[in-house]
């Protein structure tokens, strides 16, 4: 069935590093990839999307792209601040069909 | 900012109770949706709901769940009778088309911690 994989956290890094948050997924056909992220105490908010092969997703300086070929959509970040520190959860969606396959989530933590 | 709104954030119940979650999706929306995470694992999609009638769910969402929009307004979750394994955090969406088409405008709300004694 449909599944999403992402990388085991929790992450903690410093102010002004590289993040890279790893997403693999497995489904049929041609889905729709999304990566959501949840700060304390709110909902999951839609952070970045790619909806076809080689897209590319970003937002708030994180990017991710869609590799048909490999079966990824890593999210990065070029320099982390402290706000960003949530949980980040990769997602797909199927061509048909309604809801939404979500990874376990990884925790961010930023140290200043 | 429309928001999605849950309540209660906390619940605690006895096994073998009902509870029911409350959500309040963003007005104009027409699909509505209910996924779980338990502690450490996945969030799961649960069920969907449109035209007052579920469209789809998952195998999670058997005979102890059901879903209900009793006005214009809320949209519920209710657990017949509460397991262990009942305890997770729930989630409720609402987007104003199918997710696949509208995802720009898919909500989530903040969740309802359930924990089942």
């Known amino acids: 069935g449909d599944s999403v994989t992402q990388m085991e956290g929790p992450v903690t890094l410093s102010e002004e590093a590289f993040l890279t948050i790893n997403c693999t997924y497995t489904?049929?056909?041609?889905?729709?990839l999304f990566w959501y992220v949840q700060y304390p105490g709110e909902g999951l908010q839609l952070l970045l999307k790619?909806?076809?092969?080689?897209d590319k997703g970003s937002n708030k300086g994180f990017e991710a792209t869609y590799r048909k070929e490999t079966t990824s959509f890593h999210l990065e970040k070029g320099s982390v601040q402290v706000s960003d520190s949530a949980v980040y959860f990769c997602?797909?969606?199927?061509?048909?069909?309604?809801?939404?396959?979500f990874g376990t989530g990884t925790s961010l933590t930023v140290i200043p | 900012e429309p928001e999605v709104t849950q309540t209660p954030s906390h619940q605690v119940t006895q096994m073998g109770q009902e509870v029911i979650l409350r959500c309040v999706p963003i007005?104009?929306?027409?699909?509505f949706y209910w996924y779980r995470q338990i502690l450490g694992q996945k969030v799961e999609f649960l069920v969907s709901?449109?035209?007052?009638?579920?469209?789809?769910k998952s195998e999670i969402f058997d005979d102890q769940f059901s879903v209900e929009r009793p006005d214009g307004s809320n949209f519920t979750l209710k657990i017949r009778s509460t397991k262990l394994e009942d305890s997770a955090m729930y989630f409720c969406?609402?987007?104003?088309?199918?997710?696949?088409?509208?995802?720009?405008?898919?909500?989530f709300g903040p969740g309802t911690r359930l924990t089942v004694l």
């Open positions: 997602a797909l969606v199927r061509e048909t069909g309604n809801q939404f396959y």
């Open positions: 007005s104009n929306h027409l699909y």
């Open positions: 790619a909806t076809k092969a080689d």
């Open positions: 489904a049929t056909g041609y889905p729709s």
């Open positions: 709901f449109y035209n007052n009638e579920i469209s789809e």
């Open positions: 969406a609402s987007t104003q088309g199918l997710a696949i088409l509208s995802t720009d405008t898919q909500y």
